[in-house]
Nanobody, 120 residues
Framework: QVQLVESGGGSVQPGGSLRLSCAAS????????MNWYRQAPGKERELVAS???????TYSGSVKGRFTISRDNPKNTGYLQMNNLRPEDAAVYYC??????????????WGQGTLVTVSS
């Protein structure tokens, strides 16, 4: 079974940092785009950052300059380094990946989410 497992969420004060991880496992041939989304209470899920297989990155305007997305291809793991966190960054963060698998061909997979809380 192909799955994504996030870790690294928690509670920090404004201005603090967190590093989220997203580990992919299962019968994976390759991972194309890896993405981080977030969803705050009462709001729609939004795309925060993306990284292609060649390392090309894109960010939403609200996090650009504060968040850094990266990936370790041999480990099938993605990361989101979040610095200078603000209260409005508080949300459940979801990892998402477009991958090619042995059993199911091309798949879009979501992680279970990890909670980030930012408050003083």
């Amino acid at each position: 079974q192909v799955q994504l497992v996030e870790s690294g969420g928690g509670s920090v004060q404004p201005g603090g940092s967190l590093r989220l991880s997203c580990a992919a496992s299962g019968s994976i041939v390759s991972i194309n785009d890896m993405n981080w989304y977030r969803q705050a209470p009462g709001k729609e899920r939004e795309l925060v950052a993306s990284i292609a297989s060649d390392g090309y990155t894109t960010y939403s305007g609200s996090v650009k300059g504060r968040f850094t997305i990266s990936r370790d291809n041999p480990k099938n793991t993605g990361y989101l380094q979040m610095n200078n966190l603000r209260p409005e960054d508080a949300a459940v963060y979801y990892c998402n990946a477009l991958m090619r698998t042995i059993q199911h061909g091309n798949l879009e997979v979501w992680g279970q989410g990890t909670l980030v809380t930012v408050s003083s």
